[in-house]
């Protein structure tokens, strides 16, 4: 059965870091589309950033862009997001989602099938 687990969030200060990993079971990741989303009170999901299997690229939303990371460990079946600079306009509940058809080019909600639990970042002095 394909599972996703976060872990990693918590408070942290304005300009500090989080890493966030979304360890993946029952499937291998390295097939996979991978995107990090999140969701803030009252707002829409929306993509921060997605890794494509189909091109290889990654892409980040306009307002993470130099400051989050997205990586893969593949032997630890693992991917993660390093959050740098976090703002207060960073706080939402964050979630990791995969898809094996998905291209990841828009980094879209709906085109990633499997999700999960998430994991809430508090920015806040």
């Known amino acids: 059965q394909l599972q996703l687990v976060e872990s990693g969030g918590g408070l942290v200060q304005p300009g500090g870091s989080l890493r966030l990993s979304c360890e993946a079971s029952g499937f291998t990741l390295i097939d996979y589309t991978i995107g990090w989303f999140r969701q803030a009170p009252g707002k829409e999901r929306e993509g921060v950033s997605c890794f494509s299997r189909i091109d290889g690229l990654t892409n980040y939303t306009d307002a993470v862009k130099g400051r989050f990371t997205l990586s893969r460990d593949i032997a630890a079946n693992t991917a993660y997001l390093q959050m740098n600079s976090l703002k207060p306009e960073d706080t939402a509940i964050y979630f990791c989602?995969?898809?094996?058809?998905?291209?990841?080019?828009?980094?879209?909600?709906?085109?990633?099938?499997?999700w999960g639990q998430g994991t809430s970042v508090t920015v806040s002095s």
């Open positions: 989602a995969v898809d094996h058809w998905a291209w990841g080019r828009l980094c879209s909600p709906d085109e990633f099938r499997h």
